[in-house]
């Protein structure tokens, strides 16, 4: 069972466009993480939002955790050449040694110049 | 700023042998976490360890092992290696304090002929 869906899948604009990218799921989360990962690199962390409908912007890029922490957003304004790579969503459940961080299957971002 | 390094970025194996992969961190977190990552099926967790001699099965740990006997390292064991196990292994590490912040190492991308 997939708990955190993604979309779209995979997106391609033009540089300076705008765009959405979601995660979903029936599933309440205590927290939800946005990563990128570059091809042949490991996930970097943008960032971590843990409060129902709080807006994060990092530059050109806004993040919103949903009323009801179930879902998120990642916006980007102007998308340029280097916002190409995968992002990642995870939510995180539980403390202590139960703590788990489930991910999305990710977005593919492809911004040409 | 967190370094976490694996000991190849690539490897190639043949069906039988028995692969370790290995993975240190320098900043002293407690938590250490082993993924793989496959086209199409997003990340998924194969073991973690929330301190030193500890571990706990992730998702998918079958036809794996792990090893924590030093707090910065972390080895994934393939006892076996199989064509099946071909994937992209990340290594991860977050703190106690904030369980979801995770960061990444490179990767290794291991081939399993």
């Known amino acids: 069972t997939q708990l955190l869906e993604q979309s779209p899948q995979f997106l391609s604009i033009q540089e300076g466009e705008n765009l959405t990218v979601y995660c979903n799921s029936s599933s309440v989360f205590s927290s939800l993480q946005w990563y990128r990962q570059e091809p042949g690199e490991g996930p970097v962390l943008l960032v971590t939002?843990?409060?129902?409908?709080e807006v994060k912007k990092l530059k050109r890029l806004t993040f919103q955790f949903g009323d009801a922490r179930k879902d998120s957003s990642l916006h980007i304004t102007a998308a340029q050449p280097g916002d190409t790579g995968l992002y990642l969503c995870a939510g995180g459940k539980g403390g202590g040694s139960n703590y788990k961080l489930t991910f999305g299957k990710g977005t593919l971002l492809t911004v040409n110049p | 700023d967190v370094k976490v390094t694996q000991s190849s970025r690539y490897l190639v194996k043949r069906t039988g042998e028995k692969v370790f992969l290995e993975c240190v961190q320098d900043?002293?977190?407690?938590?250490m976490f082993w993924y793989r990552q496959d086209p199409g099926l997003g990340l998924r967790l194969i073991y973690f360890?929330?301190?030193?001699?500890?571990?706990e099965k992730g998702d998918i740990p079958e036809g794996y092992s792990v090893s924590r006997e030093k707090k910065e390292r972390f080895s994934l064991i393939l006892e076996s290696a199989s064509t099946n196990q071909t994937s992209m292994y990340l290594c991860?590490?977050?703190?106690?304090?904030?369980?979801?912040?995770?960061?990444f190492g490179p990767g290794t991308r291991l081939t399993v002929l």
């Open positions: 900043m002293d977190h407690e938590n």
């Open positions: 991860a590490s977050s703190p106690h304090k904030a369980p979801d912040t995770q960061y």
């Open positions: 360890s929330y301190d030193v001699k500890m571990k």
């Open positions: 939002v843990v409060t129902g409908g």
